[in-house]
């Protein structure tokens, strides 16, 4: 484990991790002041008992660990931004684990980081509640966990989030802006995903605000395109091709329920939402077999991830003493044919 010791220039560190949190969607705050002599790092944040010693990031060996639920598009990005982050930070080690979409894999992957002493976790779940009690262990053993995208059904250190009911909320005013009425499907996150299974939610709820549109169903997907695929063609089948909107929580399965709507001759008759904004996506939107995609910036979600786990070993914030879980909220953006060229 970490050798706390107290950082005579903590303040600095703090200031600029609360300056980048902020600048990716979190509530303004004044930055910390500087600790009188003698002072402590709990009474310069304001954390209380929440807080102890703080950590010279910039010269303790540390380790830090991210673990993916699988590493597919989005987390190769958010490994972009943290490395990005950490390229000024020789003295710490770095290693990715993939999940393969298993939750007791990452449940292994989870314990062999408590016990080889990591400093911090950084980690895209797999299963919100599989992962709580070893995520309470690692919090219990000193180990600042924090969530990426999806986050751990438990108590830590802190998260960083896309605003997943907005997602939905997004797509489905605009598909109420460009239909004069219709019915509409989804396509959600897995349902153990409870921090981001909302975003149909959100598109359903909005849509049943006017009359005119009519919210059939929403079925959980696995993020893979081939059971989008899927499960597009059993919605076409289930409602004889009368549909004329499909929301899906990620591109990788907006990109499946095009393909389907596409082989059953559709294309350009069904609004078509994903999320992410990944270059396949935008290709698809330019081609008109996708209508939008609610864009994040994945690679400053990796870097607002890796600031925030640095901050909270600095000023030796104790997860397992915290009431909640801080978050960051990243903003989300809603990009189309109009727009798309911006983006690529």
Not at 160 to 188: D, F, N
Not at 309 to 328: F, M, N
């Amino acid at each position: 484990m970490r050798n706390k010791r107290w950082f005579k220039g903590m303040a600095v560190v703090m200031a600029a991790a609360m300056l980048t949190m902020s600048g990716c969607g979190a509530r303004e705050e004044e930055p910390a002041a500087a600790p009188e002599a003698g002072g402590s790092a709990a009474e310069a944040s304001g954390a209380g008992a929440a807080i102890g010693e703080a950590v010279d990031i910039t010269q303790e060996p540390l380790k830090i660990g991210f673990a993916a639920a699988q590493m597919d598009t989005n987390p190769v990005y958010w490994v972009q931004g943290m490395e990005s982050v950490l390229s000024g930070y020789p003295n710490i080690e770095f290693n990715i684990f993939d999940a393969g979409s298993k939750a007791e894999t990452q449940v292994q992957q989870m314990t062999e980081m408590i016990n080889q002493e990591y400093d911090a976790i950084i980690i895209n779940v797999t299963d919100a509640a599989a992962v709580a009690a070893v995520t309470t262990q690692a919090e219990e053993a000193g180990i600042n966990v924090i969530g990426i995208n999806q986050a751990p059904d438990c108590i830590h250190s802190g998260d960083v989030l896309m605003e997943s009911y907005t997602a939905g909320v997004l797509s489905a005013k605009y598909t109420m802006e460009k239909l004069p009425g219709g019915k509409c499907v989804a396509i959600g996150a897995p349902v153990a995903l409870s921090t981001i299974v909302i975003g149909a939610r959100g598109f359903e709820e909005t849509l049943a605000g006017n009359s005119s549109f009519e919210f059939l169903e929403a079925q959980a997907g696995d993020w893979t395109t081939e059971n989008a695929n899927e499960l597009m063609r059993n919605f076409l089948t289930k409602y004889n091709n009368d549909i004329q909107a499909v929301y899906c929580q990620s591109d990788q399965m907006a990109i499946g329920a095009a393909q389907a709507i596409e082989a059953a001759g559709l294309t350009g008759q069904i609004l078509v939402f994903g999320g992410d904004g990944i270059p396949e996506a935008f290709e698809y939107i330019k081609e008109g077999k996708m209508t939008g995609t609610i864009y994040a910036d994945a690679v400053q979600m990796g870097v607002s991830a890796m600031q925030l786990a640095l901050y909270d070993i600095a000023t030796g914030l104790d997860g397992s003493k915290l009431s909640t879980s801080p978050s960051v909220r990243t903003p989300l953006t809603l990009i189309t044919a109009d727009t798309v060229d911006d983006y690529m």
